[in-house]
């Protein structure tokens, strides 16, 4: 917020769009090349740094990444106001393609959601698209502790996206360069 306490418009905003009853669509534009997008998704020293930013009420305490097909990833969370009860994420990679496109499950919940991340190389920048694919229509209302760790918001029309992980992923990944 500025002085005025308005919002300052972001120069790269993050949309999330609801495309179907089972699918929800985050994009984002970087001023960096797809492979330093792609590091930021798949090294953990990195990874730790923008997808629970300082400002969310979590803290995240474990990060474990084999990313290579049938490789494992687990992500371990806690509340910061109650850290006795730690929240687990965790899938399994299904297909990696350096700097061009990362495929997972998420495996924590019954809802078996498949996410699909894909960098593009546009102009110098890189469009990145992240791709929800939920097997049914009552598995996109979010758990518990999925909305506590931040999931990414739904809703019925292309928006700005309230995830602090997605707003915060240029800042914490590249510094305080322009993205």
Do not use: Q
């Not at 308005?6 to 179907?20: A, G, I, Q, V």
């Not at 924590?108 to 694919?133: C, F, N, P, Q, Y």
């Amino acid at each position: 917020m500025n002085a005025s306490n308005e919002l300052t418009p972001m120069k790269n905003p993050t949309t999330s769009e609801r495309t179907s009853e089972r699918e929800l669509v985050v994009t984002r534009t970087f001023k960096a090349p797809p492979r330093v997008v792609f590091d930021a998704w798949t090294k953990p020293d990195l990874f730790k740094r923008w997808w629970a930013p300082k400002s969310f009420p979590i803290s995240m305490v474990g990060c474990e990444m084999d990313v290579r097909v049938g490789g494992g990833y687990r992500l371990t969370f806690v509340a910061n106001a109650d850290p006795s009860k730690p929240m687990d994420f965790f899938g399994k990679y299904l297909e990696v393609v350096p700097a061009t496109r990362l495929v997972w499950t998420n495996d924590e919940s019954d809802a078996g959601v498949i996410t699909t991340v894909t960098l593009e190389e546009k102009d110098g920048k890189t469009l990145l698209v992240m791709h929800d694919r939920y097997p049914s229509k009552e598995a996109t209302r979010p758990s518990p502790p999925a909305a506590a760790a931040g999931r990414r918001r739904r809703s019925s029309n292309s928006t700005r996206c309230s995830s602090p992980r997605a707003r915060r992923l240029p800042d914490l990944v590249l510094g305080d360069s322009e993205v």
